[in-house]
C-alpha cells in the first residue's frame, strides 16, 4: 500500500502518525469492505502518504471519507 520513509523525522513527525494510523485502520477494516471500496480506500491513503504537507482541509476530507467507509 504504497512505501514509507524510514527516518527519524519521519517516525516523530504528526503526519507520520496520521499516515501510519489511517494505514493501519484500512487495513485492520479491509476484510470488511467491498472491492470497489477496498480499492477507494487504497487510493485514499496512497494520495495522503505520498503528499509532503498534509493541510487541515486534505486531512478533515480523507477523514471524513474515511468515517463513512468504516
Same mark, same amino acid.
Given at each position: 500500500?504504497?512505501? /514509507?520513509?524510514? /527516518?527519524?523525522?519521519?517516525? %516523530?513527525? *504528526?503526519? =507520520?502518525? @496520521?499516515?501510519?494510523?489511517?494505514?493501519?485502520?484500512?487495513?485492520?477494516? @479491509?476484510?470488511? +469492505?467491498? $472491492? *470497489?471500496?477496498?480499492?477507494?480506500?487504497?487510493?485514499?491513503?496512497?494520495? @495522503?502518504?505520498?503528499?509532503?504537507?498534509? $493541510? =487541515?482541509?486534505? +486531512?478533515?476530507?480523507?477523514?471524513?471519507?474515511?468515517? $463513512?467507509? %468504516?
Amino acid at each position: 500500500m504504497g512505501k /514509507t520513509k524510514k /527516518t527519524n523525522a519521519y517516525k %516523530l513527525s *504528526i503526519t =507520520g502518525m @496520521i499516515k501510519r494510523s489511517v494505514k493501519n485502520k484500512v487495513e485492520e477494516n @479491509i476484510c470488511f +469492505l467491498s $472491492r *470497489i471500496e477496498a480499492h477507494s480506500m487504497k487510493k485514499m491513503v496512497a494520495v @495522503i502518504e505520498n503528499s509532503e504537507v498534509i $493541510r =487541515g482541509s486534505v +486531512l478533515s476530507r480523507s477523514a471524513k471519507k474515511f468515517d $463513512r467507509w %468504516l
